[in-house]
């Protein structure tokens, strides 16, 4: 039997991947500066929404108002689409009020984010279809280091932790999209989460003369010594279109 797929939430790559995300993957959004990445994430999260799935999104590179405005925000259900801030309060914004019930003091600790997270998804059925997000596993890198930077010596845990999460996904069929931004951390960071994730989608932003040019490039477990899907991607009413190869 064919495992359950789950939409992109954007029709080419779906098409791409005979029809989204195969259960129980790990996938991991790779993105520059300046490039939809938060389109892209809102895409993801709505079809989601669309298909009447459990959804979890823990938010450390922003609050969720910067990917749905609040009267999108206002048509959600919290029985199935929870969302847990690590943005607010581990950055101390004080004059930023936080807008969702779970939230996340001390990103520096892995540990911690998912004691909130398993908290916060209690109430879900695992019987269930469940897509979740972590954006960004760049912010998480960074705290992690930052609250041990004198005595940095042991190697980050957050490549262990997704490494389990991988396994818990195949156990249970869900799907988990995990953000990095390029260059913000050690190459060697990178590469390990590329080694245990089953797709990688990068987001790639060219200066030209004219402006800004959008690229996404497609690898999975099976194609990862071959070369990779690309596409030129533009904006189409807020939706992210394929523009050209």
């Known amino acids: 039997m064919e495992a359950y797929r789950y939409s992109t939430g954007v029709d080419f790559i779906d098409r791409a991947l005979n029809g989204g995300f195969s259960g129980g993957s790990l996938?991991?959004?790779?993105?520059d500066t300046?490039?939809?990445k938060n389109i892209f994430i809102k895409e993801f999260l709505k079809s989601g929404l669309k298909e009447r799935e459990q959804i979890y999104a823990v938010l450390t590179d922003g609050k969720?108002?910067?990917i749905f405005?609040?009267?999108e925000l206002q048509g959600f259900s919290k029985n199935n689409f929870v969302v847990v801030d690590g943005f607010t309060n581990a950055f101390e914004w004080s004059e930023v009020k936080p807008d969702v019930d779970h939230r996340i003091d001390d990103i520096?600790?892995?540990?911690k984010v998912h004691e909130v997270l398993r908290k916060a998804v209690e109430p879900f059925d695992n019987k269930k279809t469940t897509r979740g997000l972590?954006?960004?596993l760049s912010t998480l890198f960074m705290a992690e280091n930052y609250s041990d930077l004198k005595q940095r010596q042991n190697p980050s845990l957050i490549p262990k932790y997704l490494l389990h999460q991988s396994v818990m996904c195949k156990s249970v069929g869900s799907v988990l999209m995990c953000t990095l931004h390029q260059g913000t951390q050690d190459e060697s960071f990178e590469r390990m989460i590329e080694n245990i994730s089953d797709y990688v989608l990068r987001l790639k932003t060219k200066e030209?003369?004219?402006?800004?040019?959008?690229?996404l490039s497609i690898l999975t477990a099976k194609n990862y010594n071959r070369p990779s899907l690309k596409y030129k991607i533009a904006l189409d009413n807020?939706?992210?279109?394929?523009?050209?190869?």
Do not use: F, W
């Open 27 to 31: 996938v991991l959004l790779e993105y």
């Open 208 to 215: 030209t003369e004219e402006g800004y040019e959008n690229y």
């Open 238 to 245: 807020e939706k992210l279109v394929a523009s050209g190869a």
């Open 134 to 136: 972590i954006d960004s």
């Open 34 to 36: 300046g490039s939809p």
């Open 64 to 66: 969720i108002s910067s």
């Open 108 to 111: 520096s600790s892995i540990k």
């Open 69 to 71: 405005d609040e009267n």
